[in-house]
């Protein structure tokens, strides 16, 4: 069975151009017959998006018609017992309908700057027990700080 990836990209950050070229680029370099990758957008005022319009690069900043195509999504934060992401949809189906859970193995981090690279993401996926790729919260925010880098 392929490891699924959850490809994280965008963000409040000013550097969140670069980072959308950063995930379509890793989604497209993740080597097909091991995993499964799909895109998580995180959009400058903070809302999480998937979908598949999100792999065209023609998709960003995602205008009102592509954002109808799109799903907005939370993390759940609850601690996973078996170390898996949960994606949770914002809006159910239906009235009966119950929310349908985007599962992954792996979050792999595109983020550059602030808000994602600095700690915080990290620091959110430590407390949902899920893997991430990259360094620890602690690492991240001190390496974003380069007095303290420095010292």
Same mark, same amino acid.
């Given at each position: 069975?392929?490891?699924?990836?959850?490809?994280?990209?965008?963000?409040?950050?000013?550097?969140?151009?670069?980072?959308?070229?950063?995930?379509?680029? &890793?989604?497209?370099?993740?080597?097909?017959?091991?995993?499964?990758?799909?895109?998580?957008?995180?959009?400058?005022?903070?809302?999480?998006?998937?979908?598949?319009a999100l792999r065209s690069r023609g998709s960003y900043l995602p205008k009102e018609?592509?954002?109808?195509?799109?799903?907005?999504?939370?993390?759940?934060?609850?601690?996973?017992?078996?170390?898996?992401?949960?994606?949770?949809?914002?809006?159910?189906?239906?009235?009966?309908?119950?929310?349908?859970?985007?599962?992954?193995?792996?979050?792999?981090?595109?983020?550059?700057?602030?808000?994602?690279?600095?700690?915080?993401?990290?620091?959110?996926?430590?407390?949902?027990?899920?893997?991430?790729?990259?360094?620890?919260?602690? &690492?991240?925010?001190?390496?974003?700080?380069?007095?303290?880098?420095?010292?």
């Amino acid at each position: 069975m392929k490891m699924r990836v959850a490809v994280f990209f965008g963000g409040r950050s000013p550097e969140h151009d670069v980072s959308i070229v950063t995930g379509l680029q &890793a989604l497209e370099a993740l080597d097909q017959d091991r995993f499964t990758g799909f895109p998580v957008y995180v959009s400058t005022d903070g809302k999480w998006f998937t979908g598949d319009a999100l792999r065209s690069r023609g998709s960003y900043l995602p205008k009102e018609q592509i954002l109808k195509n799109l799903e907005t999504v939370l993390l759940d934060a609850s601690p996973s017992i078996d170390g898996r992401g949960r994606l949770l949809p914002v809006k159910p189906g239906g009235l009966f309908a119950k929310p349908k859970v985007i599962e992954f193995d792996v979050a792999l981090f595109a983020f550059h700057g602030l808000f994602g690279e600095d700690g915080r993401m990290q620091g959110l996926f430590e407390i949902a027990n899920v893997p991430y790729t990259g360094m620890r919260p602690l &690492a991240s925010s001190i390496l974003m700080d380069k007095a303290a880098t420095k010292r």
